[in-house]
């Protein structure tokens, strides 16, 4: 190691950096590793309105062979700087879409809903759109049913060609929603200028909507808005009763979270969602 000098210099001088690299030298051979042994799996967290289940939001995990279930927090930031995250996204809108197409067979869940998240990477891709067309064509996935979650990251691109994009993908009948609203810098921005269709409050602003005044003005606020603007709104984060009727109370009609459902792996949410099944609703 004493040989390594030059633009490894630095390694000498700060251990805990040191430390950092090799973590993260180590967490980004395991990801290529990961991706040819498929440790990548989906889970789903039921989304509810007034009248019952809506659906769903696809949410990948690493099943590391040693670490356990990973989070994305813990991976997708490393899979989108080492480009990892175009087949991985790839991936998991394949697998959401092939799940739309065999829930379309049953009784019980062909009325779901999918949401799927997308990396502004991956939404930047020159063929993005023929990437989802094929996927929708090979799977035979109901458009109509797939949302596709955008975060402000993707919009810094360019606009008009993320509205040509999103415009082309919403005649199939694909469905847009801005995904953690409200905690980017230019949020009403895009709100005016993108053929969005939902937006979802930020769990940031909900956590504490019954005990932090400006979390709950904004909260209201953004419900304003979005009614006024003719757009569906979708609460994420809701853990508690008083925090969804506090929602409810201020036009809120969708919602995501802990309260209703923890993200299941598919087997189990299958079963929720299925009581004849011998779930739990
Ligand atoms: P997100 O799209 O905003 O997803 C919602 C996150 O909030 C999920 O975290 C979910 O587990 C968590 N959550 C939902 N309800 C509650 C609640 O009541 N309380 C609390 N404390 N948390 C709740 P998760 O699964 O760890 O995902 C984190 C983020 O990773 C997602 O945020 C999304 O930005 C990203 N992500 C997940 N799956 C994918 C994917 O397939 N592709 C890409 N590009 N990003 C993904
Ligand atoms: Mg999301
Ligand atoms: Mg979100
Ligand atoms: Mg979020």
Redesign the pocket.
Known sequence: QAKASGRNAMRFFDPDMQAAMNARAILESELYKSWERNEFIL?Y?LQVDSRGIIGA????RWQHPRRGLL???EF?PQAEETGL?LPL?EW?LETACNQLASWALQPETVQLNLS????SL?FCQPDFVEQVISILDRTGANPQRLKL?L?ESILVHDMDDTIAKMMTLKARGVGFAL??FGIGYSSLYYLKRLPLDWV?ID?SFVRDVLTDNNDATIVRTILLLAKSMGLAVIA????TGAQKDFLASHGCTAY????FS??LPLEQFERFVQPAAGGAV
């Open positions: 889970h967290q939001e696809a949410l990948v989070p994305p927090s997708i995250i996204g998991v799927v998240n997308v990396s991956q979650e975060t995904d953690d979802k769990r994420e984060g809701v853990e995501q979270g802990y309260l923890r993200p």
